[in-house]
């Protein structure tokens, strides 16, 4: 969604920097200093101004992704606050930026923190609050897996369906009119926080997708690769991750069998292709 009250001219140059795994965005004017990082194994020293430098990413309950361009910001708040962040990309001029608001499911784990999502180029950078990050405290991290997924009940099975390959060997059905399409996943913006299972958000059409990954929601290991499949669950965009797409499938046995979260079906190859039901695997979606 677009649309949003015009940035202040104080509040348009933002300050680009990279941290906790993703690229964000904070009002240049809400930064006093951008100072050098701590001497290595001196992580918390204080900096020239005496405050006591803490890890962003740390914070968001990330691990750092530290290199040579490792900066702290001095947050202009009373009292100041300094961060250290991984890397300042520059300052960029946010005023014809296209802006988004956080899909419905993101909006509650990221809280006040995040103001949106910003097109800077090609790429998606999450904008900050400012007075949020000089009040931010440690967060938990996000849990490690569904809390139990319900035993599906058997349903008939679609007439048609989209079959693809969430993980290995892993073949997912879904009926055809919720597939809105099949896209190439490429340059997603992580969101600290995000639900589980989330691997970014996707710039898609003058919006955000949110991209999961099934195995990740279950518990498993990440499923992997560079496809996405765009459903409507109850009126909300979703991307599940995909491998491959195997087609258009017809042609299923008319008793499929229970299973946790949905129900299997066999088509008419033998193949057994899982159904999720969405609003169990989505609770958050409509």
Request: charged fraction near 20%.
């Given at each position: 969604?677009?649309?949003?009250?015009?940035?202040?001219?104080?509040q348009?140059?933002?300050?680009?920097?990279?941290?906790?795994?993703?690229?964000?965005?904070?009002?240049?004017?809400?930064?006093?200093?951008?100072?050098?990082?701590?001497?290595?194994?001196?992580?918390?020293?204080?900096?020239?101004?005496?405050?006591?430098?803490?890890?962003?990413?740390?914070?968001?309950?990330?691990?750092a992704?530290?290199?040579?361009?490792?900066?702290?910001l001095?947050?202009?708040?009373?009292?100041?606050?300094?961060?250290?962040?991984?890397?300042?990309?520059?300052?960029?001029?946010?005023?014809?930026?296209?802006?988004?608001?956080?899909?419905?499911?993101?909006?509650?784990?990221?809280?006040?923190?995040?103001?949106?999502?910003?097109?800077?180029?090609?790429?998606?950078?999450?904008?900050?609050?400012?007075?949020?990050l000089?009040?931010?405290?440690?967060?938990?991290?996000?849990?490690?897996?569904?809390?139990?997924?319900?035993?599906?009940?058997?349903?008939?099975?679609?007439?048609?369906?989209?079959?693809?390959?969430?993980?290995?060997?892993?073949?997912?059905?879904?009926?055809?009119?919720?597939?809105?399409?099949?896209?190439?996943?490429?340059?997603?913006?992580?969101?600290?926080?995000?639900?589980?299972?989330?691997?970014?958000?996707?710039?898609?059409?003058?919006?955000?997708?949110?991209?999961?990954?099934?195995?990740?929601?279950?518990g498993?290991?990440?499923?992997?690769?560079?496809?996405?499949?765009?459903?409507?669950?109850?009126?909300?965009?979703?991307?599940?991750?995909?491998?491959?797409?195997?087609?258009?499938?017809?042609?299923?046995?008319?008793?499929?069998?229970?299973?946790?979260?949905?129900?299997?079906?066999?088509?008419?190859?033998?193949?057994?292709?899982?159904?999720?039901?969405?609003?169990?695997?989505?609770?958050?979606?409509?």
């Amino acid at each position: 969604m677009q649309g949003e009250k015009p940035l202040t001219k104080a509040q348009r140059l933002a300050l680009v920097f990279r941290g906790a795994g993703t690229r964000w965005a904070l009002p240049a004017s809400s930064v006093l200093e951008v100072a050098p990082p701590p001497e290595p194994g001196q992580q918390g020293a204080a900096t020239r101004r005496g405050l006591v430098t803490e890890d962003f990413s740390g914070l968001l309950g990330k691990r750092a992704q530290r290199g040579l361009g490792a900066v702290t910001l001095v947050l202009d708040h009373a009292p100041p606050r300094a961060l250290l962040v991984d890397a300042v990309e520059g300052v960029s001029d946010l005023a014809t930026a296209p802006f988004f608001h956080l899909p419905a499911a993101l909006q509650a784990p990221a809280g006040a923190l995040i103001r949106g999502a910003v097109l800077l180029g090609s790429g998606l950078v999450l904008e900050l609050v400012p007075q949020k990050l000089a009040e931010l405290q440690p967060c938990r991290p996000p849990k490690a897996a569904l809390d139990g997924l319900p035993e599906g009940k058997p349903t008939s099975p679609p007439v048609r369906a989209l079959v693809f390959e969430a993980g290995e060997g892993e073949l997912v059905g879904t009926a055809l009119p919720l597939v809105t399409g099949v896209l190439r996943v490429a340059g997603l913006c992580p969101v600290p926080q995000a639900p589980l299972g989330h691997l970014g958000l996707l710039h898609h059409e003058r919006s955000l997708l949110p991209i999961y990954d099934l195995g990740l929601l279950s518990g498993r290991a990440r499923g992997g690769g560079d496809l996405a499949v765009a459903l409507d669950i109850a009126g909300s965009a979703v991307g599940v991750a995909a491998r491959r797409v195997i087609g258009v499938v017809e042609g299923f046995a008319d008793r499929p069998e229970p299973a946790p979260g949905g129900q299997v079906c066999t088509d008419g190859d033998g193949r057994a292709i899982f159904f999720p039901a969405w609003d169990a695997w989505f609770p958050g979606a409509g």
